[in-house]
């Protein structure tokens, strides 16, 4: 029984089971335990089966409900519950984006929701978030990817990260849709840069950066229709370096009637087949990291007629022949993504025209969800590019051409009844003080039923007016 307290005692219970079950076996083997100490001892296995179940499953929380349950064990239930609510309703409202995106967010403990973006991505293609703070922000951001399988089936969960973690990489196991939830913590404040962006999976096999050097695709007809391509045709002048998309090792190296002198690297849950080589420089048996030589750009085999070219095959495990296209581009990159340079914007704007439109992306090429006017106040919430993500009054959320706004202008509201000055744009928010019929204010413009207004004294203040409350042009 030393042996099993030991065992018990050690912090991987899995572990500790399979010892346990071990232990037992081995005794029960040599019959050196009575039989009832055999019942004590599957009864001890089973609780402690049982207790390696519970704690994986607890092992298995996300960032994001861990958080969760934080709040509810600091006594926060009512924030807790808004905090998971809007969870929830920004999972069911995505916005559609195209990668690479990235945006610039001020964080200011009254404009916290979460956003979540929508895009489509392809078999084993890599989706990476990345989450840059600046210095002293004080905020975790939860970040959760999900795969959108189908409309009537509920979005999968297939990754999480808290910001601290700065990244998170995933390759797409579907071709489908894709989701990606950012939530900052409930009290966050600062600035963050956020990029979603699909980083090529693999190297591009052939040392050239010339364009249009992937010239026959996969799955295009081979031998009059009797087979596909089962491949790409990367065309390379004679000699040129044909290099690992990815670390492997060497499985075979041949010479045959089509594929000529040919190169099979296993590596990643796949093999890797670069074929036609003019010269082969790896042997069986080799380990070769991504971008080592493995020979040069040839037309042996049944490509004697044509240009040199590599011949790049991926087959995956269980499945056989997949496209190379999208997982290793159409020529050698040399640059890597960089967040682009963004201005800070302030948190309310109008627009310059009369009119404007409200776009699901940050593109012109994105439909049109809503149009605003002009004296309509859009809450900024983050800098996407020469795009800004906004929210109108009736909480719509789109994007608008940072180049249509402008910083709002004064004009005069005269009251005609008393109000509430509440401190955001919300009747359950803070109230901070009272409005007077017949107070002349000066006011920046409306956000929904609310009207941003200036109080004496210089503090700004939301006051629910009346439809017909419109002030006066200056
Ligand atoms: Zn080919």
Redesign the pocket.
Known sequence: MLGMAACAARPNLLLATCYCVRLANELILYQSVSISMKYVLIILIALLGAAAWYFKDRMLLSPHDSYYSALLRENLKATAEQWKMEAEQSLAAPLRISLPYSERRLLEADYLQPITFAFDRKMDELIQISIFPSINTRADVFVDVFYVRDAATEPKRIGSIAAREQQIKIAAEHTGQYLVRIQPSHAAQGLMDIAITSPLRYGFPVDTERENAVQ?LFGVDRDGGARR?????IFAPRGTPVIAAEAGQVARVGDTPRGGKNVWVRGDQRSFYY??LDSIAVSPGDSVVRGEVLGTVGNTGN?VTTNP?L???IYKFAQGAIDPLPLVGRKKLVTNYTLPQVELAPRWLSIKTDKANLRSGPSLKTVAVTSVMRGELLQVDAIAGEWLRVKTGNRTTGFIARSLTEIPSESILTLTENYVAFYLPDEFSPVIGNFSAGDKLPTMGRFGEFALVKLPGGVYAWAKVAKQEKPAQN
């Open positions: 026959s391509h089962e491949g790409i045709d074929a036609h490509a070219h011949h790049f095959g």
